[in-house]
């Protein structure tokens, strides 16, 4: 399972260096674990069981997660962090992340994790559409990016907020590479967003798997780990979409917070995550574990076929991530 490549966000507002999050009495702090994005609630809860840790729910997104690092660099709340690949990598370039292997890191392939184990992959998804399809009217479900532009799916269509959200940037990737760009050249990916923009796109900034599931957003640009769970746990009628121009697949990671306050918990917590155990975990959420362990017969037999997946392409990570600072500078000028 090559390429076994998936993320993670929820608003709160960032908190003074010091404060934590609502639960007070947690033995350690993972920021930017929400319980309904990948299953992080399934996986805090067998954490508790099999460690006796106990974290609290945390809904930062990515981006507000390593707001909140730098902003504490001198007095560390958080033990560890989670979030999209670029992140993580600046997290480290930052020096906010502190260099751990866990079990399992010589497992995780060559470009999933930092050499240093400042950050590495925990699982992986792949970027399309999450359609919930009673919620279009009577319109078709989409099958490419530039159908979105069509005037049937006015309103209808959401994303992240790609200079705040990992997942709002990775779809912007995506559509660049779908149209030609590269993370040298976001033209297309700025042009496609203007355009978009006329037919009254949603933009929230904080994950929003129930929106779809309530009809409030038909179209999200998502990861298929999330349509795939609102497929077939949720009511309704629910499609992933590969978009037919072509897609990218990311990863997800987790790093130790430099000088956190309880670094053996963290070290703990990171080991579980990587275990045969705590890998198989995110399978139930229908996510890719980092390390290449067989997805089961009846999680696997959900995915789309592996031919559309061969429209999904890995990127440079780091190219990613020193691309995306300018990027978000970019949209919020000339799209938002």
């Known amino acids: 399972m090559k390429h076994i490549l998936a ?27 929400p319980p309904q994005w990948a299953d992080w609630a399934s996986m805090l809860e067998a954490i508790e069981a099999n460690l006796g840790i106990t974290m609290p729910h945390d ?13 504490e660099r001198a007095a560390p709340v958080a033990d560890v962090a989670y979030y999209g690949v670029t992140t993580g990598i600046r997290a480290a370039n930052e020096g906010v992340a502190e260099p751990y292997m866990p079990e399992g890191f010589d497992e995780i392939p060559e470009g999933l994790r930092a050499d240093d184990g400042s950050w ?7 970027l399309g559409l999450f359609v919930n399809v009673d919620a279009l009217g009577g319109a078709p479900v989409p099958a490419c990016w530039s159908d979105l532009n069509d005037p049937q799916y006015r309103g209808m269509v959401g994303y992240l907020d ?7 940037y990775a779809g912007a990737v995506a559509i660049n590479m779908a149209n030609g760009g590269d993370l040298d050249n976001f033209d297309p990916a700025i ?26 957003i038909p179209i999200l640009f998502d990861y298929d ?34 000088d956190g306050p309880n670094p053996e918990l963290g070290r703990q917590v990171l080991d579980f995550i ?8 995110w399978t139930n959420a229908y996510l890719r574990p980092a390390r290449p362990i067989e997805l089961p017969e009846e999680v696997a ?16 990570y780091a190219a990613m991530e020193a691309a995306q600072s300018a990027f978000g500078e970019r949209y919020l000028a000339e799209v938002e």
């Not at 590495?120 to 792949?126: D, E, I, Q, R, S």
């Not at 629910?238 to 430099?258: D, H, K």
């Open 191 to 216: 042009e496609y967003f203007q355009t978009l923009g006329e037919n009254d796109p949603i933009v929230p900034k904080q994950t929003s798997y129930a929106r779809v599931v309530s009809g409030e």
């Open 7 to 33: 993320a993670a966000m929820v608003t709160t507002a960032l908190l003074a260096p010091g404060q934590i999050t609502a639960t007070q009495a947690a033995d350690a702090v993972c920021y930017n674990c």
């Open 301 to 316: 037999s959900r995915f789309l076929p592996m031919s559309e997946y061969e429209r999904a392409a890995a990127v440079d």
């Open 225 to 258: 780990f999330n349509a795939y769970r609102a497929k077939y746990e949720e009511d309704g009628n629910f499609e992933f979409v590969i978009p037919c121009e072509g897609t990218v697949t990311v990863p997800y990671v987790m790093s130790l917070v430099a």
């Open 274 to 281: 990587m275990s045969d155990e705590g890998q198989a975990i």
């Open 120 to 126: 590495f992959a925990v699982h992986a998804g792949t």
């Open 162 to 168: 790609p200079s705040s959200a990992f997942v709002g």
């Open 59 to 71: 809904n930062k997104n990515s981006g507000q997660t390593l707001s909140q690092l730098l902003a």
